[in-house]
């Protein structure tokens, strides 16, 4: 994972927690499928296609609008340059947003979408090299981290290198577990938080001043 300073560790660390507030609100209204973690999903289409399940069909078009949401921010965060990560945070608001009028009005499956293609969206934030560098919304590659950075303190490295990925952990946590406590208290509006906090993380990252400039991600075939 790429080095970041303590500012910007502190915005990955609310992302994380923006999408497991999200992610929670989505995995209570669906039964059981995500917004945010899609190997739980894969593995829900799966077992959905073995036991000729009509879940396997909302859990494939979840994956695809997370898919679509990836291809969405990066082509954001290419266009904005050095204002990348506001630009992509404004994206998930508005379909933070969107997702809210939906759940309001249509109905949760036209929702779950917005929501999977937001969450997919925010892991565009931290970008180097037209490629993710802090993914956010999934934290398997995080624990990975984790666990590979105790052992490295272990031998004599870098005390205190696992910091940044156990607070990814525990901002997921929190976030998912006041995510479930919204959606039992006011289910209907529960993911306005989730609009407004990206709204002002949107802010916050405009206000810690340009990323670096982003290579270009277009690279030769072959």
């Known amino acids: 994972m790429t ?14 927690a923006l999408a497991g507030y999200v992610d929670a609100i989505g995995f209570l209204k669906l039964g059981g499928l995500f917004v945010s973690f899609m190997s739980g999903n894969s593995t829900r289409l ?8 009509g879940i ?45 009028g939906l759940d309001a009005t249509v109905g949760r499956p036209y ?61 997921l946590l929190a976030g998912a577990t006041l995510g479930a406590l919204a959606h039992g208290a006011f289910e209907a509006v529960s993911l306005v938080p989730a609009v407004l906090v990206a709204a002002f993380l949107a802010w916050l990252a405009h206000r810690m001043g340009p990323a670096e400039p982003l290579r270009d991600m277009i690279r030769p075939a072959g």
């Not at 080095?3 to 994380?16: E, G, K, M, Q």
């Not at 398997?140 to 004599?156: E, P, S």
């Open 46 to 53: 799966a077992v959905g296609v073995a036991e000729l399940s």
């Open 111 to 171: 929702a779950s979408l917005t929501l999977a293609a937001a969450m997919g969206t925010v892991n565009c934030v931290f970008q180097r090299n037209g490629e993710v560098s802090i993914g956010v919304s999934y934290m398997t590659g995080t624990l990975v981290k984790l666990g590979q950075h105790i052992a490295n303190a272990c031998l004599g490295g870098k005390r205190f290198g696992w910091v940044p990925y156990i607070l990814l952990w525990t901002g």
């Open 56 to 100: 396997a069909g909302l859990a494939l078009a979840i994956v695809a609008a997370f898919v679509g949401g990836v291809v969405a921010g990066s082509l954001t965060a290419h266009r904005a340059g050095t204002a990348r990560k506001a630009a992509v945070l404004i994206q998930v608001a508005v379909l933070l947003a969107v997702a809210a």
């Open 3 to 16: 080095r970041y300073d303590s500012r910007r560790w502190f915005l990955a660390a609310c992302l994380a």
